[in-house]
Structures are given as C-alpha cells and as structure tokens.
C-alpha cells in the first residue's frame, strides 16, 4: 500500500508563500500523475494543480499564475510553490494521484491570515 506524507503548511500572511511537500512509497510513482488537492473547513476536496509523468501541468483558476507544481521521480515527490497567497488559499492540503486511488495521507494544514 502506498503511503502518502504531507509536509510544508503553517500559517503565513496574505501575499507570503510557502512550498508543500508529498513523499511517496511505492515504486510506481514515477508514472502515475500526481494532484495536490486541498480541503476547506467544511467544504469538498478540490484538485488544484496537476502533473503528468512527463511533468506536463494544469491549474485550477483560481491559483493559475501563483501556485506552481512540479516533481522529483528520483525522490519519489511532489511539490507545490505556493506565492501570493490569499486567505482564500487556507485549507487542508492533500496530495494523491489523479484518480485519487491511493491512500489519502494526513495533509498539511496551511493558514493564511494577517
């Protein structure tokens, strides 16, 4: 079973930023595209940002220009640069594969606040 581990999040400004972190076991990482996704209080999970394993990329709109996704196969990782942020971004942050097919690991909380 694959293991996700989350790491990065805190409590940061608004226009601050900060670098997420998803270390996965597993030997098939290097092929499967990767999400970030997050999860407001009290409302659904949502896929923000995307990577193939040709590390071709996709945004969701309201993060387009301010998060950036990217991956390291050696290191079985992915990560996501988070600048600009806006108190909108605050949100449990979870990575997983597209179809969301492994284990959800525990997420890192990132809170945007003044």
């Known amino acids: 079973q694959v293991q996700l581990v989350e790491s990065g999040g805190g409590l940061v400004q608004p226009g601050g930023s900060l670098r997420l972190s998803c270390a996965a076991s597993?030997?098939?990482?290097?092929?499967?595209?990767m999400g970030w996704y997050r999860q407001p209080t009290g409302k659904q999970r949502e896929l923000v940002a995307q990577i193939t394993s040709v590390r071709s990329t996709n945004y969701t709109d309201s993060v387009k220009g301010r998060f950036t996704i990217s991956r390291d196969n050696a290191k079985n990782t992915v990560y996501l640069q988070m600048n600009s942020l806006k108190p909108e971004d605050t949100a449990v942050y979870y990575c997983?594969?597209?179809?969301?097919?492994?284990?959800w690991g525990q997420g890192t909380q990132v809170t945007v606040s003044s």
């Open positions: 597993g030997i098939f990482f290097s092929i499967r595209a």
């Open positions: 997983n594969t597209l179809r969301g097919d492994w284990r």
